[in-house]
């Protein structure tokens, strides 16, 4: 089992930036940071490996940055040039097997989530 605790989150005007952080229990071999906005699914926004590779969606690519303090089980995704649309709960993810999917039954782990919530 994996324990994954978020927090960072909070309330910024468009154009901020925020940086939300994962505490993980142990290390594993995929996390990554979805979000998800009421009724409806929980988006795949970017993942890393182990080794450190990343991806990311489109819709935030060159925005937001994953990285991963490996020393501590922490993750981290800083969030810049924040819009409106970007409001939403955002979730941390890990698992033991595979990474790069948005698919989010292939995430066996996951947090209770932090609000991150932009206004125009």
């Known amino acids: 089992q994996v324990q994954l605790v978020e927090s960072g989150g909070g309330s910024v005007q468009a154009g901020g930036s925020l940086r939300l952080s994962c505490a993980a229990s142990?290390?594993?071999?995929?996390m990554g940071w979805f979000r998800q906005v009421p009724g409806k699914g929980r988006t795949g926004l970017t993942t890393?490996?182990?080794?450190?590779?990343?991806t990311y969606a489109d819709s935030v690519k060159g925005r937001f940055t994953i990285s991963k303090d490996n020393a501590n089980n922490t993750l981290y995704l800083q969030l810049n040039s924040l819009k409106p649309e970007d409001t939403a709960m955002y979730y941390c993810?890990?698992?033991?097997?595979?990474?790069?999917?948005?698919?989010?039954?292939?995430?066996?782990?996951w947090g209770q989530g932090t609000q991150v919530t932009v206004s125009s």
């Open positions: 993810a890990a698992d033991d097997v595979r990474c790069g999917s948005w698919s989010v039954a292939n995430y066996a782990y």
């Open positions: 142990r290390s594993t071999y995929c």
């Open positions: 890393i490996n182990e080794a450190g590779s990343t």
